[in-house]
């Protein structure tokens, strides 16, 4: 068992994420629910750097469940926070399922 029961990453430190939504905007958005919903102890939310996934952004990962999500915008992340973090049902319309393991870079994307 973890130190928490959410880990949540947000690729803040890439070339393309940062240009496809406000992925800084995000952290602060999910970091304020934790904080309201009085989860500070369970759940953290992390910024991260590139996960090799560029152009599939922005890109989010939830752990331990492993579970990837992509193109997530702003509008995605009430149903992220109160379906999967709080209530341990991943969103199945924002899973990210490249069919390829590793990097998966989309042409043109640093
Ligand atoms: S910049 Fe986010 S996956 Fe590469």
Redesign the pocket.
């Known amino acids: 068992m973890g130190q928490y029961r959410v880990h949540v990453f947000v ?1 803040t430190g ?5 240009t496809q939504g406000d992925v800084e905007g995000f952290v602060t958005h999910l970091r304020g629910e934790v904080a309201r919903a009085g989860l500070k102890d369970d759940v953290r939310i992390n910024k991260a750097g ?5 152009g ?4 989010m990962v939830v752990y331990p469940d492993n579970v990837w999500y992509c193109g997530v915008q702003e509008s995605d992340l009430r149903d992220i926070f109160e379906s999967h973090i709080v209530a341990g049902k991943p969103v199945a319309r924002l899973q990210y399922a490249p069919g390829v393991k590793g990097a998966n ?1 989309k042409k043109g ?1 640093k």
């Open positions: 690729c890439g070339d393309t994420c940062p590139c996960f090799s996934q560029c599939h952004g922005p890109m870079k994307a």
